[in-house]
């Protein structure tokens, strides 16, 4: 339900544009009610469950699958693309090491701005110019702390005799499994019967 | 300028299901020109509680007032420049093209004409030990050292009242944490100013500070003057926390010279005070020592003869003994 929360005001919204501005046989003859139409309801509601399957199937799969299993997956699937001399191990390892690294980055500048603020006190005030300065005090020492943990980590990684994805093996090996297939079947006949029912209805 | 701490509380994302109360009813008072240590384990609530004195966080019970004045969102420039704050590892706050800049980045809300600044810049700069030279130079250019004097003399530059450091010997070699102390401590007898020195390295507080505050779990758990606080071992340990390292030798040497004073805070002290008893036991023994120019024993020749079994009713021997056995 939390994940919801984000297109309940764009459902709202949908579905006040799609009642009220949807030209087609109207509900009644007179009064507020004319105004609205059979087939803008049918609109209306297609629209709203449209957008809630969305909110839910994206944070079911937030709520239930890891970044970093995310990110494997995705590094699985990519793995054709190898053939073009795209490099999907690179594009893998810097989407993980990002993740990773969003917490201490925002810490590092809470502290940054913090550190800042004490020494003067004006980093909300001015005109447009003024404030897209005052992002320098922050911007900078954020950079040079991300270049710094950047080339610390890359020091680490070798040290542990990181070189790429050259005889590179996983400790977790995602495969196959019973729920995939029957998640995968589900889906197969749902898709199905959708396409059959609105067919039906032409 | 003294800060008036009254039953403060705070609470981290009040209201929500993240709630988190850091720190409960801190009563205290901090007087102009002292010179204060906070200690406390990690999480105990220091940094926190810091950040109340120049207004980055407002408490969510209590009240905090610097110079009789209330904290609020009215007078924080002006509480900002009187209250000087240096954060951890403040070299890693540095931004601007040059140094010059860097340093009057802390004058940048005040209303001041150019030569005011310059003065004030240079006056910093010479504060901390720098040079002018520097002054065109890229803040990061420097090597660590002096790019955290640079850190401290933008602080500096507001002629604050009040001085908050916050670990300033982190990340450094012995050397350079005797040489920053030496520096804090003799800018705040200069300048009279008030310092507040958050830390939880106990040789640090011992060194410089005439009060320690102890937090634990966001509480005062002691407060008091240093010797005393230090002298209390166990609320110590309790809290979390050790006192300062030449104190366990110095108990450990109380349990076989019962002479011995061991409420020493520094390795100076100790020495002063094994001098001494040194040269008690020698008079005792009726044996002579070579005095160094302050008149104190310098046992530079350690007298083998006394090591032994011949020597067992000897009581020096004894200690001698374990000495060498340890």
Redesign the interface.
């Known amino acids: 339900m939390r994940g919801l929360k984000p297109v309940f005001f764009l459902a709202l919204f949908a579905v006040v544009m799609n009642l009220f501005f949807v030209s087609g046989t109207p509900l009644t003859e007179h009064g507020i009610l004319s105004h609205i139409s059979r087939e803008g309801i049918d609109l209306a509601l297609k629209m709203v469950l449209r957008l809630l399957l969305l909110a839910s199937v994206a944070s079911l799969l937030t709520f239930t699958t890891t970044p970093l299993s995310l990110t494997d997956g995705l590094e699985r699937l990519m793995k054709p693309l190898n053939r073009i001399k795209v490099p999907v191990h690179e594009i893998a390892m810097m989407i993980s090491i990002a993740l990773r690294f969003i917490p201490a980055i925002l810490k590092e500048a809470d502290?940054?701005i913090?550190?800042?603020?004490?020494?003067?006190?004006?980093l909300d005030g001015g005109n447009a110019l003024q404030r897209a300065r005052n992002f320098?005090?922050i911007i900078?020492?954020l950079f040079?702390?991300a270049f710094r943990r950047g080339d610390d980590l890359a020091t680490a990684m070798e040290a542990r005799c990181y070189r790429g994805n050259r005889g590179r093996t996983s400790m977790r090996r995602p495969g196959f499994s019973l729920a995939d297939l029957t998640s995968a079947a589900v889906m197969v006949v749902f898709l199905t019967t959708l396409m059959l029912v609105e067919h039906a209805r032409y | 300028m003294s800060i008036s701490i009254e039953k403060l509380s705070h609470t981290f994302s009040q209201g929500t299901p993240f709630e988190k109360a850091v720190l409960h009813d801190i009563t205290l008072e901090l007087d102009a020109g002292s010179r204060i240590g906070i200690a406390g384990r990690s999480g105990s609530g220091k940094t926190t509680l810091i950040?109340h004195l120049?207004g980055?966080l407002r408490p969510t019970g209590g009240a905090i007032s610097v110079n009789g004045l209330e904290v609020s969102s009215r007078n924080?420039?002006e509480l900002?420049r009187r209250v000087?704050?240096v954060?951890?590892q403040?070299e890693?706050?540095?931004?601007e093209e040059t140094v010059f800049k860097e340093v009057a980045?802390?004058?940048?809300?005040c209303a001041i004409t150019a030569t005011e600044t310059d003065m004030r810049v240079r006056g910093a700069l010479k504060a901390v030990g720098l040079g002018e030279e520097i002054l065109g130079s890229s803040p990061?250019a420097l090597s660590c050292g002096q790019k955290r004097r640079v850190a401290i003399a933008?602080?500096l530059v507001t002629e604050p009242e009040i001085l908050v450091m916050d670990e300033p010997t982190a990340g450094l070699d012995p050397r350079g944490r005797r040489e920053i102390l030496d520096f804090i401590s003799g800018l705040q007898r200069e300048r009279g100013l008030t310092l507040i020195m958050v830390s939880h390295n106990m040789d640090d507080l011992a060194r410089l500070c005439d009060r320690v505050v102890v937090l634990s779990n966001g509480a005062v758990a002691m407060d008091g003057k240093t010797r005393e606080v230090f002298g209390d071992i166990g609320a110590l340990e309790r809290a979390g926390l050790k006192a300062p390292q030449i104190r366990y030798l110095m108990m450990e040497l109380k349990r076989r010279i019962p002479e011995l004073d061991d409420t020493v805070l520094t390795v100076e002290e100790a020495r002063v005070e094994l001098g001494r008893v040194w040269g008690m036991k020698r008079e005792e023994t009726g044996s002579h020592d070579e005095r160094d120019d302050h008149g104190e024993v310098f046992p530079r020749r350690f007298d083998y003869s006394q090591i032994g079994s011949e020597n067992k009713d000897n009581p020096d021997s004894d200690l001698y003994d374990r000495c060498i056995s340890c």
């Open positions: 502290r940054i913090k550190a800042q603020a004490s020494r003067s006190a004006d320098m005090p900078l020492p040079a702390g | 950040q120049n980055l924080l420039k900002r000087g704050m954060s951890q403040p890693q706050q540095l931004f980045f802390g004058l940048s809300g990061f933008s602080v």
